[in-house]
């Protein structure tokens, strides 16, 4: 396993919220594997730089690639490019301790916008909410800022309707057992009546329970609060002097089966906006890209060229796969593509045993080494682990 960071664990760890133990207990499966004697993991190695896809190919029957979404996708407006503007990803990276994350969010503001409604859009509006991350692996520096937020209100924008919302009921349902308020939209209500029917077929009942925690407000006075929007979309960051004051919206229609922005706009006024609306894949040389979908041409995840042929021995998996980041599918599309190797084991050729030895890579041994550290520098302040955020500092720690 050829790992561009230090640490394993990919998203596990630097993608999925603090306070989501149970989901991270899987990295204690992935140890497990790890340790297997026919398994080698082999960390701060960059593909092609430091060894290419031809090379991997030339010396193994099977190579599958799994370098997940990169770049994030860009609103393509005015004033983008303002201070206290995010995207959902560095926002992420930056409170649970991606190693040199350079963004410095400010929360002096009463108001934050996120644009998206999907899982991580959730997740970002609990993190800048909620005040139970005490004890969990978040980033201390994120931690220390977060005590002193003055965001008191999150409006979380969908450029569709309620039926299209991408987050889950777990996810909603959680953020409403938090000492927040919360206000329905009134299209939910709205919905939920004119849908009553298509709502109570067997097949829609996880929608139908979804619009039900959607539709249930927190009655009361809170400090602070979050409300959920429908239909609108970003037309301008509004600034000055190169920070972000408010965002422009512009009221969205259905027309032909297709999102239309209308005239009609409304002005939010805030110090703190998160772009959560995807991502997109990398192109890796020597390995076909589609360039409208930013992923990997497959079919159930063997890799094909331009020409439409199977490239031999060549598979894919996950997001780069796909284009999609939820953890059901992604393990499920993964299970699909083990499908497609085992069934292609009668057609690989016999090959030499190889040996990858990269100068300055790292072992798994090297990883369970910082994980003590992290453990241990967790201890004081009652956290399951500090987390080293810089790349230097590891390799430093790890040549004692």
Known sequence: MLEQRIFPFGLVRYGVAPD?????????????????????????????????????????????????????????????????????????????????????PSLKTDTAVIIGQGNVAIDCTRILLADDFENTDISQKALDLLKKSSIKNVHVIGRRGVLQVSFTTKEVRELQTKNIGYTPNPLIAKIQEENKEMLS???NRPLSRLIQVMAKSKKGEFEKNWKLDFWKSPVEIVSENNEIVGVKLAKNILENGKVKQTEEQEYIPCGLL???????GEHLDGVPFNPNFKTIPNSQGRVFDNAGNIVPGLYTAGWIKTGRGELASTLYDSQETCRSIVQDIPLFTE??????????????GDYLKLDKVEIKRGEPRGKLREKITSKQEMLELLKN
């Not at 370098?67 to 995207?87: C, M, P, Q, R, W």
């Not at 998160?274 to 997109?280: A, C, H, L, M, V």
């Not at 090959?351 to 798994?364: C, H, L, N, R, V």
């Open 20 to 104: 989501h133990q149970s989901v991270k207990n899987v990295t204690d499966k992935f140890t497990q594997i790890a340790q297997h004697e026919n398994f080698k993991f082999i960390g701060n190695v960059q593909v092609p730089r430091d060894i290419s896809i031809e090379k991997l190919l030339q010396d193994y029957n099977a190579v599958v690639v799994a370098t997940g979404a990169k770049y994030d996708k860009k609103l393509g407006i005015k004033g983008e490019d303002s201070k206290n503007v995010f995207s959902a990803k560095d926002f992420v990276g930056w409170y649970n301790g991606e190693p040199d994350c350079q963004i410095q």
């Open 201 to 203: 077929k067997i097949e």
């Open 274 to 280: 998160i772009k959560s609306i995807g991502y997109e």
């Open 351 to 364: 090959k030499p045993e190889t040996t990858i030895d990269i100068p300055g890579s790292t072992t798994f």
